[in-house]
């Protein structure tokens, strides 16, 4: 957001400054991506801070209106508030009648099934999970995982064969974007921040999209994403939507969409 004010944003209104805007990143933790190291942690601290972010750690929201948010009973004015304090699972869960968690996951048995309630798989963000005496993380690489040991379970009992092992989460790593260009990784006792960092989340995030997509598509998204710079638009509200022109450039090699270049008001 802040990248989007200050760069995207910044040349493309006459009368208002979309750098002029305030971000305030409210955290009720000690520090942000507890879940990261937290030499890590701090990296993007400072980077967030190097963006204009006013990050504020160990405050917690108390009501969110009209007018903004009170946080350890200070007012916060905005206009506008994003909530990204975590996800709820799907009510959906409840029709099984067993015990849910604070966020409505069910405790699942060590094969993903629900206790008492048999033929019933649940994975994912519904699914309140331990492995090798820890909490499996809700993100998406623990649900693919879970997704595909149910799957080949299912098909092992339509077969007649006995269940198999248990399932267990095999931690890849974690990764985090801070802005443009500038990541951080952790993967078991690597840790690692910044620009190179974000080339392999790009990497990474492009394989799981598409597995099956060429090495050299591969490279051309990278490409794209380094060197190209948002387009450049002077918005007149005084302009009619007649008078817009769109011109759009053909899509890159191995890119299935076309970007907007520019958008000129005559």
């Not at 649940?122 to 799957?151: F, K």
């Not at 260009?181 to 598409?210: D, K, M």
């Amino acid at each position: 957001m802040a990248q989007l004010a200050t760069t995207t944003l910044r040349s493309q209104f006459r009368r208002i400054d979309p750098a002029s805007s305030s971000i305030i990143l409210v955290e009720g933790s000690k520090r942000i991506l507890p879940t990261f190291a937290e030499s890590l942690a701090k990296r993007a601290t400072r980077r967030l801070e190097k963006l204009g972010v006013e990050v504020l750690t160990g405050v917690k929201v108390e009501a969110v209106d009209e007018k903004g948010v009170v946080a350890n009973g200070r007012r916060i004015a905005s206009a506008t508030v994003l909530w990204t304090a975590g996800v709820a699972a799907s009510p959906i869960v409840k029709l099984l009648g067993r015990e849910t968690d604070r966020a409505g996951r069910v405790s699942v048995g060590p094969g993903l099934d629900v206790p008492g309630v048999p033929d019933v798989f649940v994975v994912g963000d519904a699914s309140s999970v331990v492995s090798d005496g820890r909490p499996v993380p809700g993100v998406a690489q623990a649900a693919i995982q879970q997704g595909r040991y149910v799957g080949r379970l299912i098909a092992r009992q339509l077969k007649g064969r006995k269940p198999g092992r248990p399932f267990r989460y095999r931690d890849k790593g974690n990764m985090a974007v801070v802005g443009r260009n500038f990541a951080i990784l952790e993967s078991g006792r690597l840790r690692t921040s910044g620009f190179l960092t974000w080339l392999v989340w790009v990497c990474a995030a492009r394989h799981v999209a598409s597995p099956g997509a060429e090495p050299v598509a591969g490279a051309d998204a990278v490409v794209l994403v380094v060197f190209h710079r948002p387009a450049r638009r002077a918005i007149d509200p005084r302009a009619s939507r007649s008078s817009l022109r769109t011109t759009l450039t053909l899509p890159i090699r191995g890119i299935c969409r076309a970007a907007p270049k520019a958008y000129v008001a005559s």
